[in-house]
């Protein structure tokens, strides 16, 4: 079982990949990752960097839970992606800085 220290450094691997631009598998097991050239789906795609770079370490639970996570970090990209906030729009929260017991 990875720990989540492990799981954590692989993710953000995984994220790096995506910056950038990984799009292809080259030297991967066809089975783990579902092909091996061409063009795959973004969170195959991305699995299949984590698998090459660490599949010694990772067991089949492990690479499942990889693939959660990435899916689930892609569609919330997507999902921030379908709101429609300008570069002007300001954050939902407000910040005040505390200064001791003054009001």
Known sequence: MTRRRT??????AAAVA???GTGTAE???SEEVGETSG????????????VANYGDRL??????VIR???????????AFGDVGLENADEPAYGFSAYRG???
């Open 59 to 64: 067991d089949d639970e492990d690479r499942d």
């Open 101 to 103: 017991d003054r009001p």
């Open 68 to 78: 959660e996570g990435i899916e689930g970090s892609l569609a919330s990209a997507d």
């Open 39 to 50: 063009e795959l789906e973004p969170a195959e795609a991305l699995l299949a960097y984590v």
């Open 27 to 29: 030297e991967t097991d």
């Open 18 to 20: 995506s910056a950038a």
């Open 7 to 12: 799981f954590l450094t692989l993710l953000g």
